[in-house]
């Protein structure tokens, strides 16, 4: 079983729906969640990020960590075509991160 | 400039060749990596450095070698390539810091093509 699990999607929605991304993971010791955006033919980057259990809010993203059902969660209001790209998640419990699959999303115009 | 950049960006190559990607920062930071991202398995870490004289393997790391040159010169050799490697490879670099959080900086990656 792979410490982080990722539906790789794709998922596709209409501009302007509200999109979840989800992962669950086994390792208790994870205390950073985090969220990287990939656009296409590029690199990884750090969207945003959680201490522990709770929610963080940055403009039409939010992001929830459930440590006790071992569930995170990325949600995006009212979805634009620039958000397409893939949704990794991220944990780390030290040094390493630990990445899912990814997502991929597709909003369409 | 970008702070991390990865070079070549492209490569096709034959099994058996050996192969080395090259990584360079200036982003200041000590730490690097490297990845492979495959479809459906993200990324998978192959070796990474936490300084100059500090080299650790990931979780795949067979059939890969690593040299950190300098603190900002990280590559990647496949020493006997074969099709399986195929993949899109990425460096990363990273500060120490003491937040915890441990945000990654990611090159544009390598798309490496064995036959």
């Known amino acids: 079983q792979k410490e982080v699990e990722q539906d790789p999607g794709p998922l596709s929605v209409p501009e302007g729906a509200i999109v979840s991304l989800n992962c669950t993971y086994s390792n208790s010791a994870f205390q950073y969640f985090m969220w990287y955006r990939q656009y296409s033919r590029k690199g990884p980057e750090l969207l945003m990020y959680t201490y522990s259990s709770g929610n963080k809010e940055d403009g039409r993203f939010t992001a929830q960590v459930d440590k006790s059902s071992k569930y995170i969660s990325l949600f995006i209001r009212d979805s634009q075509p620039s958000d397409s790209a893939t949704y990794l998640c991220?944990?780390?419990?030290?040094?390493?991160?630990?990445f899912g699959a990814g997502t991929i999303l597709r909003v369409k115009s | 400039d970008a702070d991390v950049t990865q070079t070549p960006r492209n490569r096709i190559t034959k099994t058996g060749k050996r192969i080395m990607l090259e990584c360079s920062q200036t982003?200041?930071?000590?730490?690097m990596y490297w990845y492979r991202q495959d479809p459906g398995l993200g990324l998978r870490l192959i070796y990474y450095s936490f300084d100059v004289k500090d080299i650790n393997k990931g979780e795949i790391s067979d059939g890969y070698s690593v040299s950190r040159q300098a603190q900002a010169k990280f590559s990647l050799s496949l020493e006997s390539a074969i099709p399986n490697q195929t993949a899109l490879y990425f460096c990363?670099?990273?500060?120490?810091?003491?937040?915890?959080?441990?945000?990654?900086?990611f090159g544009p990656g390598t798309r490496l093509t064995v036959l």
């Open positions: 982003k200041g930071h000590d730490r």
């Open positions: 991220a944990m780390s419990g030290g040094n390493k991160l630990v």
């Open positions: 990363a670099t990273s500060d120490a810091g003491t937040s915890g959080v441990n945000e990654q900086f």
